[in-house]
């Protein structure tokens, strides 16, 4: 079964990882910034290498966010960096094939030990079975929605720079 495993983050947090304190977060000095991106890449390198590993990412600060919607009048609305500098929103993700979801949660576990600046929020890490578009039932449902992905389910190992990375922030 194949799940997204979200991390969650605010764009205060990303901006304390730049090393800029706020009220909502402690500033990340460069060792804890690296001994974090080091775990984290930890954690993708033994899912690649037990073959749970499908796709991996950290995504960009919520400042740089565009939300594209249909207003009233049905003409597109497009707004820039739409959220608080508190509102917590996914950070950085996996996408595994795991046995179970007691082993995905194993994995979600791991890293809620993430390590971190003292004072550091401790968001929950969010398990989502996907879908597989054959039949999948939702609330009792069964769904028809075909699996329109080409992309192997299987990701190749990714190179080491990209291991590093990991989820973020």
Do not use: F, N
């Not at 820039?80 to 082993?103: H, I, K, Q």
């Amino acid at each position: 079964m194949r799940y997204l495993v979200m991390v969650q983050g605010t764009q205060a947090e990303y901006d304390a990882m730049a090393g800029k304190p706020t009220r909502h977060a402690p500033a990340w000095t460069e060792v804890q910034l690296k001994a974090m991106y080091l775990y984290m890449g930890a954690i993708s390198d033994g899912l690649a290498q037990s073959g749970e590993l499908v796709e991996a990412q950290g995504l960009a600060e919520p400042a740089r966010t565009r939300l594209v919607a249909r207003g009233k009048d049905g003409e597109t609305v497009i707004t820039d960096d739409p959220y608080g500098e508190t509102e917590a929103l996914m950070a950085g993700y996996w996408v595994v094939d795991c046995a179970s979801l007691d082993r995905v949660t194993e994995i979600a576990e791991r890293v809620t030990r993430c390590p971190g600046p003292e004072g550091l929020i401790d968001y929950p890490v969010v398990i989502r079975p996907l879908m597989d578009g054959a039949g999948d039932t939702a609330a009792g449902r069964t769904t028809s929605v075909p699996d329109r992905t080409s992309a192997p389910k299987k990701a190749p190992v990714p190179d080491k720079a990209a291991r590093a990375a990991g989820p973020g922030p």
